[in-house]
DNA sequence: CAGTTTATTCGCAATATTGCGAAAGCGCAA
DNA sequence: TTGCGCTTTCGCAATATTGCGAATAAACTG
């Protein structure tokens, strides 16, 4: 195979090679447990400044307590953009989804 | 029934029915649907920037190609944390997600 | 202390999203 | 025209999230 004939796939490969063995996945794994746990935090930061409790709050988006208790809860991985939304929504706020640029170290 | 007992499950009541039913909801839909269309976007413009096909993007999140088209269309409406997450990974990029406050007109 | 409200945890059914291949459409160059 | 790469669409199985009640814990009130 000449050296020049289609790098792109084999590039494509060494980069998620890079990107997902080794500390990068790790590091990954812990960034992901830092944002649920944010996304929790801010869901019962709205909910409080609402003043609602979580029934309340579980009635205005047609579920239950125990559904928002385990949104809240920082250790859940579960969340999806269809529940924020609808959180947002009974509380008067929007979702806004951003993708950031990470720098990686040099 | 006294008139000032549990008046907060009431309100609460009052509210959801005022947000949900009526023109509300069918702005949200409107919202959601401009969200939605806007997120496939984003993925898009993020895959044409790293200059990957929709394969090659594929191949680094772990899935197929008929899956990140299914991002990539505007119409799609099942976008989850997760998969957003996968991308932005994959891209050297994170995903923020912020609630901001919706203005009522007056 | 008892009584009340709120919050948490668990299990399982219902729903939603993803995974994946196959087929077809599209654009472009030989 | 054919061939090739890229994209789009479809259907269904596999996985993930949600819905919900019940039981318990925790916090607060009188």
Redesign the interface.
Same mark, same amino acid.
């Given at each position: 195979m000449p050296k020049t004939l289609k790098p792109?796939?084999d590039a494509?490969?060494v *980069?998620?090679r890079r990107?997902y063995e080794g500390k990068p996945a790790r590091l990954?794994n812990l960034?992901?447990a830092r944002?649920n746990e944010e &996304?929790a935090r801010?869901i019962h930061e709205?909910r409080a400044a609402a003043a *609602?409790t979580q029934t309340?709050l579980a009635?205005?988006i047609g579920t239950t307590a125990s559904v928002i208790c385990r949104l809240e809860d920082a250790d859940y991985e579960g969340?999806?953009?269809?529940m924020?939304?609808r959180i947002?929504?009974? *509380?008067?706020?929007?979702?806004? &989804?951003?993708?950031?640029? &990470?720098r990686?170290s040099a």
């Open positions: 792109t796939r494509v490969e *980069l998620h990107f990954k960034e992901e944002a &996304i801010k709205l *609602l309340q009635r205005l969340h999806s953009l269809a924020l939304r947002a929504g009974a *509380l008067n706020q929007r979702v806004e &989804i951003r993708f950031i640029p &990470i990686r």
